[in-house]
Each structure stands twice: as C-alpha cells, then as structure tokens.
Antibody, heavy 119, light 111 residues
Framework: QVQLQESGPGLVRPSETLSLNCIVSGGSINGYYWSWSRQPPGRGLEWIGWIHYSGTTRYSPSFESRVTISADTSKNQFSLKVNSVTAADAGVYFC?????????????WGRGALVTVSS | QSALTQPPSVSGSPGQSVTVSCTGTSSDVGGYDYVSWYQQHPGKAPKLLIYDVSERPSGVPDRFSGSKSGNTASLTISGLQAGDEADYYCYSYAGAYIHYVFGTGTKVTVL
C-alpha cells in the first residue's frame, strides 16, 4: 500500500521560503506523476502543481512565479518550495499521487502538513 | 482561473439520494472526461471516490456514482449513510495552461 508523508517546518516567517518534503513509502516514485495542493483554514482545496518522476513540472498560474517542485528519486521523495510567503500561504499542504489509468486524478494522498505563517 | 462552482451545502435523510453538482466551462469540465471527486472528513486527507467522470476505484461503494452533461459534472450518493457526512470536492483537468482546478467544495449533511 502506497503511503505519502509530508514533512517540514510548521512555522514560517513572512517573506521567507516555505519548504516541504513528501516521502513516499510502499512504492516507487518512478513512473508516476505527483502533486501538491493546499487548503487554507476553513476553505477549499487549491491545486499548486505537479512533477513527473523524470523532473518535468507544471504549475498553476496562481503559483508559478513563487513555487518550485522537485523530485529526488534516490530518496523516493519530492519537495515543494514557496518563496516570499505571506499570511495567505498558511494552511494544510497535501502531497498526492496521480493514478496510472488516465494520470488525471489523485489516488493516494498524504495526511497533510499544517503551515503557519507568523513572525 | 476560477474554481469550479459547487453548491455550498446539500442535505438528505438516511437512505435518500443526494446529488452534488460541479459547474465549469468548456475549457475544463466540458472539454475533457477527466473529472474526479473526493470526500474529505474534518481534519483528514481527501479520499478518491470517482475518477474520469464515472469510474469508481476498487473499495469505493457503488452507492457513489458520477456523471457529466455539458459543462456540469455530478456526484450522486445513494442510500445516504451517517458516515457520508463530509465535504466533497470535484477536480478537473483544464488544459495545458491552467492544468487542473478544484471545485469550491460542498458540505453534505445527513439529517
């Protein structure tokens, strides 16, 4: 059973960089697409971007100027960096895997990492 | 890029059926058969219920079904149960620029 686990600092200062890792266990990141989404407190889900295990990435236009997603196949994990954070970047960040059939849906999710932005 | 539009809430009694709609445009929902639905209980990760408009992953009860007409996708929950009380989100592929978009979310309440 594939499992995903987000990790990273729960507190980030305004204007600094938010960094999160997603560690994949029970399966390989090779051969799949992987995504990051977030959920501000009390609000809905927002899609941030995806990465193919080969390193190809695509980002939502809403985040493209501030976000970088990368993958480390040797560690079986992928990462998210969000630059110049503000209070609006606070929330729960989820990593997930795209299913193989059409590669257009998210079949396995991490439990989420809560990020607070405060000085 | 705007989120897909869902009703804020729907409700039904145990055993009844409820339908959650997800309205987009011809650039997302209407343009591709790549709508998926997720159930999210409070404080939990989303769970995949339906993919590619109407396909159900193994382990998801057949009480959950999906469909699409034009720019609107729908999730129907039949035989409503107390455990179905949760937030539901649609998610659609939106082409090579926007890529993907979530719906605004719908809270399903079991009366």
């Amino acid at each position: 059973q594939v499992q995903l686990q987000e990790s990273g600092p729960g507190l980030v200062r305004p204007s600094e960089t938010l960094s999160l890792n997603c560690i994949v266990s029970g399966g390989s990141i090779n051969g799949y697409y992987w995504s990051w989404s977030r959920q501000p407190p009390g609000r809905g889900l927002e899609w941030i971007g995806w990465i193919h295990y080969s390193g190809t990435t695509r980002y939502s236009p809403s985040f493209e100027s501030r976000v970088t997603i990368s993958a480390d196949t040797s560690k079986n994990q992928f990462s998210l960096k969000v630059n110049s954070v503000t209070a609006a970047d606070a929330g729960v960040y989820f990593c997930a895997r795209y299913g193989l059939e059409s590669q257009k849906f998210l079949d396995y999710w991490g439990r989420g990492a809560l990020v607070t932005v405060s000085s | 890029q705007s989120a897909l539009t869902q009703p804020p809430s729907v409700s039904g009694s145990p055993g009844q059926s409820v339908t959650v709609s997800c309205t987009g445009t011809s650039s997302d929902v209407g343009g591709y058969d790549y709508v998926s639905w997720y159930q999210q209980h409070p404080g939990k990760a989303p769970k995949l219920l339906i993919y590619d408009v109407s396909e159900r992953p193994s382990g998801v009860p057949d009480r959950f079904s999906g469909s699409k007409s034009g720019n609107t996708a729908s999730l129907t929950i039949s035989g409503l149960q107390a455990g179905d009380e949760a937030d539901y989100y649609c998610y659609s592929y939106a082409g090579a620029y926007i890529h993907y978009v979530f719906g605004t979310g719908t809270k399903v309440t079991v009366l």
